[in-house]
């Protein structure tokens, strides 16, 4: 015969009017989503006219992921990473992580994980990076995700400027084959640096133009941009106006 009953943790469960005799003894522990947690097993002999008890040494179903990252170097201070853990039957956990740190989910069912860890700067992702991590029954496991910056860099100077060209700012736009624009505008002699580019291939355009705005210099040239990957490139300027004496 088969006897149950359902008791609260610090509770003892107590069988009366047994059939003398040896039996198995069964603990599972479920939490509130009815998921056995914790389980144990132990054997007890009942003699007519005796209480006899028994103890169940439970043992811990869960086990403890913990979590941390690199290769976000170049992070800035508004840049916040969140973590996340989802089992192989896609039911997924979420915590906030600090760069230089790491953070644990305890209590885990044991299963593949698969890990992702994305940072973000107003609302946009720029470093991503995923990983798998296997949970097993009492154990702690850890995983480092190395990240991508999902974005590319664009460094842009120019040639070809005459001390005699009057060009004082120089605009530079790049044009994407996927639409995207972006436009800077630099003073002499400086660097227009491009950060958080999407992937793709650009157009370069740059103007020179004097104190009244006048196109006094342009040129033209092209570049691709790939995530995580800094790129230089130098656009070689034409005069648009020649002189007469």
């Known amino acids: 015969s088969t006897y149950s009953k359902t008791v609260s943790a610090g509770q003892t469960a107590a069988f009366e009017e047994l059939t003398p005799g040896s039996y198995a003894v069964v603990v599972k522990g479920s939490n509130d989503k009815n998921v056995v947690v914790y389980y144990g097993t132990a054997s007890a002999t009942v003699e007519a006219g005796k209480v006899s008890s028994v103890k ?34 896609g039911i997924s956990l979420s915590k906030p992580i600090v760069a230089g740190s790491s953070v644990s989910f305890e209590k885990l069912i044991p299963d593949t994980y698969g890990v992702t860890v994305k940072g973000s700067d107003d609302g946009k992702v720029v470093y991503l990076g995923t990983a798998s991590a296997v949970v097993e029954v009492g154990q702690t496991s850890s995983v480092t995700v190395q990240l991508q910056n999902q974005f590319g860099e664009l460094a842009v100077d120019f040639s070809g400027v005459d001390v005699d060209s009057n060009a004082k700012n ?50 033209t040239n092209s570049v691709d941009v790939a995530a995580g990957k800094p790129i230089a490139v130098t656009v070689e300027l034409q005069p648009q106006f020649g002189s007469l004496s």
């Open 170 to 219: 120089f605009t530079v736009e790049l044009h994407g084959a996927r639409g995207y624009i972006y436009t800077t505008t630099v003073p002499s002699g400086q660097i227009a640096l491009f950060e958080r580019l999407i992937p793709d291939t650009y157009s370069i355009e740059v103007d020179g133009r004097d104190e009244q705005g006048k196109i006094m210099l342009h040129g």
């Open 56 to 89: 169940v040494e439970l043992q811990d179903l869960l086990g403890k992921l913990t979590v941390d990252f690199s290769g976000a170097d170049r992070a800035g201070d508004g840049m916040s990473f969140t973590v996340e853990v989802k089992s192989s039957n």
